[in-house]
């Protein structure tokens, strides 16, 4: 049984750092790509960082957030890190990680293409 479980994020002013952690368990994950979501209450689901399981250690950022975070793995950790800089208030969301289904050719930024969830982690950014 697949599970994914957030930890870390926090209260940040604004100009700190952050980070977040998705510990991924009872997986045979390959390529699929592991993603970091985000999500105010009245708004969709947004995509913010992706990265494969394997292979490739090609990142992918949401222009919101380029330059200012970076995501990584440590697959011996069975971890995916979201490392969080120069935070802003507009960054304040429940951040989640998921995972796809199957290994997909191309990166999707799509909350439907992703079929594991976290439970969510709370980062408030006060101004």
């Known amino acids: 049984q697949v599970q994914l479980v957030e930890s870390g994020g926090g209260l940040a002013q604004a100009g700190g750092s952050l980070s977040v952690s998705c510990a991924v368990s009872g997986h045979r994950f390959t390529r699929h790509i592991i993603g970091w979501f985000r999500q105010v209450p009245g708004k969709e689901r947004e995509f913010v960082a992706g990265i494969r399981w394997s292979g490739s250690s090609r990142t992918y950022l949401a222009d919101s957030v380029k330059g200012r975070f970076t995501i990584s793995r440590d697959n011996a950790k069975s971890t995916v890190f979201l490392q969080m800089h120069s935070l802003k208030p507009e960054d304040t969301a429940v951040y989640y990680c998921?995972?796809?289904?199957?290994?997909?050719?191309?990166?999707?930024?799509?909350?439907?293409?992703?079929?594991?969830w976290g439970q969510g982690t709370q980062v408030t950014v006060s101004s």
């Open positions: 998921a995972a796809e289904q199957s290994p997909g050719i191309a990166l999707s930024t799509m909350p439907l293409h992703y079929y594991y």
